[in-house]
């Protein structure tokens, strides 16, 4: 298993509150993401990291922030949570399998939002 | 923009039978990745198998294998002698190089002993 964790692993928070998630790796591996886990959409990214201080956004990443001062981690802020963002997020890593891409992922973090 | 379609919701099987999962994705580039997650009641993301868009040949993992159709669009899954362990929602993923992953909606997978 690739070395991923997030913490905290379940939070429940009130509205308007600033909440931030952590994901760290034991794999060195350049490329991050944050995903988010809703009932009938799959998963969608919410921000990526290509390396430390470098992101960028994805499609959901309204009332997102992040912030990677170091390889190993990857930390995924909510600056002032809302009942929408109510979910379960996850974190992955990208890299390379011999010569073949992958991401794998963290255990995720079950969010809610009161 | 890409898109990956899983059209069947939920679907069962009995206990050592075969079942295929259905993909389909819309791409404009050439060269990229599609994988198979699954993801059992504990929420961890399992990758199944991972098949490159510059390769022929179908990939194949133990029981897990897929049927990869580049021009169709077409990324199905097939589970042979279906376990009990194998009952998880299962997930199809489209990527190009180290981009985001485009998930379906998602499969749900009953075993029926």
């Known amino acids: 298993d690739a070395g991923i964790t997030q913490s905290p692993r379940h939070k429940v928070t009130e509205t308007g509150t600033p909440v931030t998630l952590r994901c760290h790796q034991t794999e060195n591996h350049r490329y991050m993401y944050w995903y988010r886990q809703d009932p009938g959409h799959g998963l969608r990214l919410i921000h990526y990291s290509y390396g430390v201080k470098d992101t960028d956004k994805g499609e959901v990443s309204d009332g997102y922030s992040v912030s990677r001062s170091k390889t190993e981690d990857f930390l995924l802020t909510l600056e002032s949570a809302t009942s929408s963002q109510t979910s379960v997020y996850f974190c992955?890593?990208?890299?390379?399998?011999?010569?073949?891409?992958?991401?794998?992922f963290g255990p995720g973090t079950r969010l809610l939002v009161l | 923009a890409q898109t990956v379609t899983q059209s069947q919701p939920e679907m069962s099987v009995q206990e050592a039978e075969t079942v295929t999962l259905s993909c389909t994705y819309d791409t404009s580039e050439s060269d990229y990745y599609l994988f198979w997650y699954k993801q059992p009641p504990s929420r961890q993301m399992i990758l199944v198998i991972r098949?490159?868009?510059?390769?022929?040949q179908n990939a194949t993992e133990n029981r897990f294998s897929v049927n990869f159709q580049k021009a169709a669009k077409s990324f199905s899954l097939k589970i042979s002698d279906s376990q009990l362990g194998d009952a998880a929602m299962y997930f199809c993923a489209y990527g190009v190089g180290a981009q985001k992953l485009v998930f379906g909606q998602g499969t749900r997978l009953t075993i029926n002993p």
């Open positions: 098949q490159e868009a510059y390769k022929q």
């Open positions: 992955a890593i990208g890299g390379t399998s011999g010569p073949r891409w992958t991401q794998y």
